[in-house]
């Protein structure tokens, strides 16, 4: 095993060093290369076994030239997105991070919005145990938070929350009871959509057809005060709320914390994405365009940072490591007899696996787009 050196990765070649992991740039003689995100095309090795979040699966226009030089270099690529064990869960992702860090930019959005408190932001601390010392500022009003989604995000979310003494409480409660201290409740998909024709929740039914659903969230909406919005969403599926929603009187949500950070997604106002180092801009709601935060206190103020593991790089890097090496590793010495790599691999050999055939005009349109531009 060998590391690739680098002077803004969060573990510094020193660290490697003392471990006695050799340094070493050129990565020709290594067989399988394991980063995180998109490897730059013009450094991608010909003929090797790469491991990254390669942001392909969804056809993001942005990456079709990457799939195509993977193709075209005799790459084989496996996806961290897409290793899962055979009943369809993910074994390693950076989504707690994504809760943790989100939930607590949450609050600082909050407490900065209404002058309450004032939190060390995430990426100024060194490691999350530095983050959780400013837990103690956190005094609030009896507010109430509602968290969307049952994942790894919203898991994140609520170790915050839990640690900071906020009390989870059922969503009816949430709902109709009125409390003299700040709340919080976890929200599933049953209880904010609907299937008109049908009584009676049904979770797969609501997976395989989405688009056969109904929003009932607007029931949130006028008891809400911070909405941290992890939960997946499909685009086939309603959006929590509308822009019309936002602007009725009994909106009373003034701060969310779109940890997803799906822009055009689930939360309408979330028309952006934003910065680790300028992570909230405001929603005014009359107009439906975006302020700069904090400038009006009848605006809807969003933070919705994309990398929010980043924030805790050494953390996130930590967790993330571990599951590579308990949950992936193994499959590469035992032949990969659950075929979990399989599954997660989307080429192979300059073709695409039967898998994901479905991404070959996606890869094909980055070879026709640089014709065309040869051409002019």
């Not at 003392?18 to 730059?40: A, T, Y």
């Not at 950070?261 to 929603?283: H, L, Q």
Request: negative net charge; contains cysteine; glycine residues 6%.
């Amino acid at each position: 095993m060998v590391v690739q050196p680098s002077d803004i990765r969060c573990f510094t070649d020193a660290e490697y060093e003392e471990l006695g992991i050799p340094l070493q740039q050129d990565l020709s003689n290594c067989d399988v290369l394991m980063g995180v995100k998109e490897v730059p095309v013009e450094q991608l090795v010909p003929n090797k076994t790469y491991l990254f979040f390669s942001h392909t699966i969804k056809e993001q226009p942005q990456n079709a030239k990457l799939l195509r030089v993977i193709l075209d270099k005799n790459i084989t690529l496996i996806d961290y997105e897409l290793l899962k064990t055979a009943e369809g869960q993910r074994v390693v992702a950076f989504g707690r991070y994504a809760g943790i860090v989100g939930a607590y930019n949450g609050m600082l959005t909050y407490g900065k919005k209404h002058g309450l408190f004032n939190l060390k932001p995430a990426h100024l601390c060194h490691e999350m145990e530095d983050m959780q010392e400013e837990y103690f500022k956190v005094k609030l009003p009896p507010i109430k938070i509602a968290i969307t989604g049952g994942g790894r995000v919203a898991g994140g979310a609520m170790e915050v929350l839990d640690k900071m003494e906020i009390r989870k409480v059922s969503v009816f409660d949430f709902l109709y009871k009125q409390f003299t201290e700040p709340v919080y409740a976890q929200l599933h998909s049953g209880d904010y959509n609907a299937r008109p024709d049908v009584e009676v929740w049904d979770s797969p039914d609501f997976y395989t057809n989405p688009h056969l659903y109904k929003s009932t969230f607007r029931k949130f909406t006028r008891v809400t005060d911070l909405l941290m919005a992890c939960a997946y969403w499909d685009p086939k599926a309603p959006k929590l709320f509308t822009e019309e929603d936002a602007r009725q009187s009994d909106f009373k949500i003034d701060t969310i914390a779109d940890i997803t950070c799906d822009v055009g997604g689930s939360i309408p106002c979330t028309k952006r994405s934003t910065t680790i180092t300028e992570p909230a801009f405001d929603y005014n709601p009359v107009t439906a365009e975006l302020e700069e935060p904090f400038s009006r206190p009848e605006n809807i103020t969003l933070m919705a940072v994309d990398n929010l593991p980043c924030e805790l790089p050494r953390n996130a890097s930590r967790d993330f490591g571990r599951h590579l090496i308990d949950n992936v590793l193994p499959h590469f010495f035992n032949a990969d007899a659950e075929g979990m790599l399989e599954r997660a691999t989307i080429a192979r050999g300059g073709k695409l696996t039967d898998r994901y055939s479905y991404l070959q005009d996606y890869a094909d349109s980055a070879a026709n787009n640089k014709e065309k531009q040869e051409s002019v």
